[in-house]
């Protein structure tokens, strides 16, 4: 089962922002979320539904799946420090 993955404009800058090394593994991980949308060492956020968080060195991809459309929406790429403001 392939999920379709939407990309909010804001995550796009987000990326631009971080170095070349860093974005491209992000992308990749971002990339593999469509066969594998709860991957081993994802953490579900607490206090809200079917929002998950996945780690890729000090970046942090926050999203959402919605299992019924197959859809996982990417809403927030940054730096662990600043992703949770």
Not at 24 to 51: C, E, F, N, T
């Amino acid at each position: 089962m392939v999920f379709t993955l939407r990309i909010e404009k804001r995550v796009v800058k987000q990326l631009l922002k971080i170095d070349g090394v860093n974005r491209k593994r992000i992308k990749r991980k971002i990339s593999s979320l469509s066969l594998l949308p709860r991957p081993h060492g994802v953490k579900k956020l607490s206090g809200r539904d079917a929002i998950y968080r996945i780690r890729q060195g000090n970046y942090r991809v926050i999203y959402c799946i919605d299992d019924k459309n197959q859809i996982i929406k990417i809403l927030k790429v940054d730096d662990r420090k600043d992703v949770y403001k």
